[in-house]
């Protein structure tokens, strides 16, 4: 039997070693670890379960039937965070440069169908040369595979896609399709068409770095929704990430014990909004003095800086974060922040994540650039994501509350649970000024006059009372109280329902 055992742990040692030292310490050289150390970081000490360890290609065809290394490239299995399960993969740069071959991608397609089976998220971490080119349409049909799955699982389970280094070509949709996009800076990249095909078809001379590097996607494209400096670093915020969030949509949110009390009062709230109207302030320094123990784990943070989207916790349980923030372009609503912000209440709405919403807002950005990209489309997107989500919502107006984007931002109109003002909210059609312009433009010369129409008009609407009256907010709080007072409104909400009409889908305007 001892043999039989020592025979067992030698194909198991051979299998662990996958495309063998060399290439091992080629990628240690890169700065990057192997697939299985980086398991090692990711997941709880000795909780990985390996499946699939001595799966091989079926390939014959250019020498393919020569060069057979156990594992194919990919390590999958699963294990646990802080003691909760995760399923996952981990591509091997080692063996053929983790490209996907037809079994590499079964491989993948088995822990796909036990995690939506099991109700556990996904996490795969990405470091593949794309299709295994000797294969051919059996490779592209083990993506297709996989995309195939990563939309079923979509809303169903969390799916987590790590970059940590190439990941090109078609292979791009299927972290594009997840849930969560977490990028190494300067080891990874991602991009439809490299630079090469870049040059040939448009003549444009672009690094990899430059084009589908972290700083790319965090920065312009917003494909990635947050960038670590290296692998462990990487792999310890994805942990974080997954502490927030619950393993289905049929799951709980996690709630973690906190020293924090839901009563604690923030006297230099009192003080955050200044006293001239135009002045900006940091939206950040509620959000964390909202949060326990001033935890915000924010999301594309590099992105669309006009909105604040992320997750704390209050009372131990997560909540997502959407806000204004009035430290860039005055905390207006343009495409970009639609954009950022529908998506992110999206996933809050499918994994029942409770929204708290801080508005500072003085509307929709104006200008031709933003019209001919169709914010009307874009802005639609986070109306309509507000609308449709039956999670609880909590929404706070800070100070500008100020035309349509009233209404988008979690108003009471389109379902918001419970709203509050603070004593410095402004909820009106438009600024003091610009109404005031309109309605007596008849005395516009009168610089006088028009001062009085603004006086009056501020007094009469630059208040939370005039919505307050008509129970559209539901009561305005002292600024220090925020915590507690959201605290309790997310408790009434816990057990809400909300029923929606039958329909197959919505129809989002995309
Ligand atoms: C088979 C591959 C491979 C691939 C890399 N390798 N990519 N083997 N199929 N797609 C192998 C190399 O032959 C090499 O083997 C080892 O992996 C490491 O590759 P290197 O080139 O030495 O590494 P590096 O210099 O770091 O360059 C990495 C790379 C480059 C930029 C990814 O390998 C590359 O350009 N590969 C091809 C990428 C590509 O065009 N893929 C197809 C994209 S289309 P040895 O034995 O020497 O270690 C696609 C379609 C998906 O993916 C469609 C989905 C719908």
């Not at 972290?175 to 080891?187: E, N």
């Not at 709980?252 to 230099?268: F, Y």
């Not at 009168?446 to 009056?456: E, L, P, S, Y």
């Not at 929606?500 to 989002?508: G, Q, T, Y």
């Amino acid at each position: 039997m001892q043999k039989i055992i020592n025979a067992l742990n030698d194909r198991r040692q051979g299998a662990r070693l996958g495309g063998g030292e060399r290439r091992i310490d080629a990628q240690h050289q890169k700065g990057k670890l192997t697939a299985r150390e980086r398991i090692a970081v990711l997941l709880d000490p000795d909780s990985f379960e390996e499946y699939d360890m001595f799966v091989t290609h079926r390939a014959r065809d250019f020498g393919m039937a020569e060069t057979v290394i156990p594992g194919d490239g990919v390590v999958t299995g699963w294990g646990t965070i802080n003691g909760r399960m995760v399923y996952v993969f981990s591509q091997d740069f080692t063996v053929f440069g983790g490209s996907l071959s037809e079994t590499h991608a079964q491989k993948i397609c088995k822990i796909m169908d036990l995690a939506v089976q099991n109700g556990a998220p996904l996490i795969g971490l990405n470091d593949s040369g794309g299709a295994r080119i000797q294969e051919g349409v059996a490779a592209l049909g083990g993506y297709a595979e996989v995309f195939w799955r990563n939309v079923q699982a979509s809303g169903a389970i969390p799916q987590i896609s790590v970059i940590m280094g190439p990941c090109a070509g078609g292979a791009v949709y299927s972290p594009a399709i997840t849930d969560f996009i977490y990028m190494v800076k300067d080891t990874s990249y991602m991009y439809v068409t490299g630079p090469d095909v870049v040059k040939t078809v448009t003549s444009e001379i672009v690094t990899h770095e430059e084009l589908g590097g972290a700083s790319t996607h965090t920065r312009i494209s917003s494909v990635a929704d947050a960038a670590y400096d290296n692998d462990i670093e990487t792999l310890l915020e994805v942990r974080r990430l997954v502490d927030f969030l619950p393993l289905s949509a049929l799951d709980k949110v996690p709630v973690l014990d906190t020293n924090d009390t839901a009563d604690r009062i923030e006297p230099s709230l009192d003080t955050l909004v200044p006293d001239l109207a135009t002045r900006p302030y940091d939206m950040r320094e509620l959000v964390l003095k909202l949060a326990d123990e001033g935890e915000f784990l924010e999301l594309q943070k590099d992105y669309a800086g006009n909105i604040l989207t992320g997750f704390i916790r209050i009372e131990g349980s997560s909540v997502g974060i959407v806000a204004n923030q009035p430290l860039v372009l005055a905390g207006c609503l343009d495409i970009n922040a639609s954009k950022k912000a529908a998506r992110f209440i999206r996933f809050c709405d499918a994994f029942n994540i409770p929204i708290v919403t801080l508005v500072d807002v003085p509307g929709f950005l104006p200008g031709v650039a933003q019209e001919y990209g169709g914010i009307i489309k874009h802005g639609a997107k986070l109306l309509f994501a507000y609308a449709e989500a039956t999670v609880p919502k909590v929404t706070i107006i800070t100070r500008k509350a100020y035309g349509g984007a009233y209404d988008v931002m979690a108003s009471k109109h389109i379902r918001a649970d419970v709203n509050y003002a603070w004593p410095t909210a402004e909820i009106a059609v438009m600024g003091a000024k610009g109404a005031s312009e309109i309605l007596y433009r008849a005395e516009l010369g009168d610089r006088d006059k028009i001062a009085q129409r603004t006086a009056d008009y501020e007094n009469r609407f630059a208040n939370p009372f005039v919505a307050a009256e008509r129970g559209f907010i539901d009561d305005v709080i002292a600024p220090r109280e925020t915590r507690r007072r959201v605290a309790r409104a997310l408790r009434t909400l816990r057990n809400k329902r909300q029923a929606i009409p039958a329909k197959k889908h919505d129809n989002i305007p995309l």
